[in-house]
Structures are given as structure tokens and as C-alpha cells.
């Protein structure tokens, strides 16, 4: 028995090796993956920035001082403007860079359905550097718009997310899409509300 003790030991040493070396190998998995998350992220923004780059400098270049060029309203026009027709609203910033990248794909739709886009401009209900509510009555307006059951909580849960695009019929949103989407996903939205080419 006592010569067997020596060989217990080595075994229990090369088995806390391998426990060590196992929990080491888990540790640099889950640091290589938050790594590559970063990384992802970081490639996202690096993109967003080139984007909003080119897309002020085309501006630069068109003596234009905003790409997103849809007539401005406020909340409280939106009852009025939605009693006789379907209508359709982007709700953004002039500074946040995917707003940029959807204005044309807007644009686009505009054209091809022939309708008027609306754009409300966040920083007329939000201050720009504080994000402070400051026109609440006007915030109100748009937060107690009708919706239908599937839009129920809608801009309670995306205010604030630009771009936003909500499709307003007779004071009631009808259908909404929370950040950028492409020309086929706003095209099918669309047709599914009515529009036509």
C-alpha cells in the first residue's frame, strides 16, 4: 500500500494539472469570444462612421447641410395629415448615421409608391446633448397615438431608436420598423399597408 502512494499522488497532481489547464482553456475561450464580440462592434461602428463620413462629405460637396431632406413636422400635425390618407413618418437625427443610410432608401420608396415622407427630428422633443425631454406636450402627442394590437407597445419600447419609421393611418399606427432596413423589407412593409407602386 505504501508503494502505491507515490503513484496516488503523481495521479492526483496530473489530474489537478488537467483541471487547471481545462479551466485556463475555458477562461481564453470565453476572452477570445468577448474579444471577437468587441471586435464586431468595434467594425460595426468603424463602418457607421466611414458611412456618415462619406455621406457629409457628398454633402459638403452638394452645398447640402442634411441628407435627410422629407418635410418636417411635429407630433400634433399627425391627426390631421392621417384623416384621409396612409402616411408615413421617419423619425431620426440629423447626426445619428444610420438615419443617413436610410434616407434614401426612403427616398427611394417615396418615388416608386409615390407618397410624401414626414420626418420628425427626435431633437425637437429630446434635448440634443442631454437627451432631457424638452417638448413634452408634443412627446405626449406622439406616445398616446392609437395602435394596432401588434404595434401596442411599440414607442414605448423603441423611443429614442432612430431611425424609427411608423406608418400612420387615421391617427393610428398601422405598422413601424425600429432602425435601418433595407429597400425590399420597407417595400414589402409598405405594399402590406396599402401603398402602391
Known amino acids: 500500500m505504501k508503494k502505491n502512494i507515490p503513484i496516488y499522488i503523481a495521479l492526483l497532481l496530473l489530474l489537478g494539472i488537467n483541471i487547471f489547464v481545462i479551466i485556463k482553456l475555458v477562461n481564453y475561450k470565453n476572452e477570445m469570444n468577448?474579444?471577437?464580440?468587441?471586435?464586431?462592434?468595434l467594425k460595426t461602428k468603424a463602418e457607421l462612421n466611414n458611412y456618415k463620413d462619406s455621406s457629409t462629405k457628398e454633402s459638403d460637396n452638394n452645398n447640402e447641410s442634411d441628407s435627410i431632406n422629407f418635410t418636417q413636422i411635429m407630433p400634433s400635425e399627425i391627426s390631421s395629415l392621417s384623416q384621409n390618407e396612409t402616411?408615413?413618418?421617419?423619425?431620426g437625427r440629423s447626426d445619428c448615421g444610420w438615419c443617413q443610410k436610410f434616407a434614401p432608401v426612403l427616398q427611394n420608396a417615396e418615388k416608386k409608391y409615390n407618397f410624401k415622407a414626414r420626418y420628425i427630428d427626435l431633437y425637437s422633443l429630446l434635448d440634443s446633448t442631454t437627451w432631457?425631454?424638452?417638448n413634452e406636450t408634443e412627446y405626449n402627442v406622439l406616445m398616446s397615438l392609437n395602435t394596432t394590437e401588434a404595434y401596442k407597445n411599440f414607442m414605448i419600447e423603441n423611443f429614442g431608436s432612430t431611425p424609427l419609421t411608423i406608418?400612420?393611418?387615421?391617427?393610428?399606427?398601422?405598422?413601424a420598423i425600429a432602425g435601418y432596413t433595407d429597400e425590399t423589407n420597407l417595400n414589402k412593409t409598405l405594399e402590406q399597408n396599402g401603398f402602391k407602386k
Do not use: G, H, P
Open 167 to 175: 406608418i400612420v393611418k387615421q391617427n393610428t399606427i398601422v405598422s
Open 87 to 91: 402616411i408615413v413618418i421617419m423619425i
Open 132 to 134: 432631457a425631454l424638452k
Open 34 to 41: 468577448e474579444l471577437k464580440d468587441q471586435i464586431k462592434e
